[in-house]
Antibody
């Protein structure tokens, strides 16, 4: 069955960095668009970044542009999010998600918690 | 930036119909999706491309989209449908995925 398993979350100080990973299985990873989404505690859903099946194009939300970098390794069935210059407002559960197209809707992993605090 | 607005809450009696609206400028020109999220769980896609149901989603979930409003309808609402619901659309102008503000559905 389809599985998306996120890892790499944790506690980091403001200004610090963290790298999230998402291990995919149960489907042909290289056929799918992938995104990172997030949800701050008690808040709504927010799209963070998108990468096409081939690795280009890539898009970012304005709130993370210039600080976060999305990448994928189709040979390893893995998605990544490098997060730099972290701020307290980046505290959230980060979800890995897949879709077959821009309008087909997203299938979500279980999420990993990132806490930015001194 | 593109915005999608939802009412904060909707209440419905068991067996009745719940309608959740999502408003956005010319939303009918885009495709809308809907997600269900229960406490402590990941969001689950219940409607995509305005009115299509993924495999495994009950027939009581349906959707429509026209003008500036998309609507998720839950017919014969059950206690298990109590959750937060979010609409979402792809905005090609800004190359971004936009989520609605979310609606908490309470089954009284």
């Amino acid at each position: 069955q389809v599985q998306l398993v996120e890892s790499g979350g944790g506690l980091v100080k403001p200004g610090g960095s963290l790298r999230l990973s998402c291990a995919a299985s149960g489907f042909t990873f290289s056929d799918y668009y992938m995104s990172w989404m997030r949800q701050a505690p008690g808040k709504g859903l927010e799209w963070v970044s998108y990468i096409s099946s081939s690795g280009s194009p890539i898009h970012y939300a304005d709130s993370v542009k210039g600080r976060f970098t999305i990448s994928r390794d189709n040979a390893r069935n893995s998605l990544y999010l490098q997060m730099n210059s972290l701020r307290s407002e980046d505290t959230a559960v980060y979800y890995c998600a897949r879709a077959s197209g821009h309008t087909s809707g997203w299938y979500w992993g279980q999420g990993t918690l990132v806490t930015v605090s001194s | 930036s593109y915005e999608l607005t939802q009412p904060p809450s909707v209440s419905v009696s068991p067996g009745q119909t719940a309608s959740i609206i999502c408003s956005g400028d010319k939303l009918g020109d885009k495709y809308a999706c809907w997600y269900q999220q229960k406490p402590g769980q990941s969001p689950v896609l219940v409607i995509y491309q305005d009115n299509k149901r993924p495999s495994g989603i009950p027939e009581r979930f349906s959707g429509s989209n026209s003008g500036n409003t998309a609507t998720l309808t839950i017919s014969g609402t059950q206690a298990m449908d109590e959750a937060d619901y979010y609409c979402q659309a792809w905005d090609r102008n800004t190359a971004s995925y936009v989520f609605g503000t979310g609606t908490k559905v309470t089954v009284l």
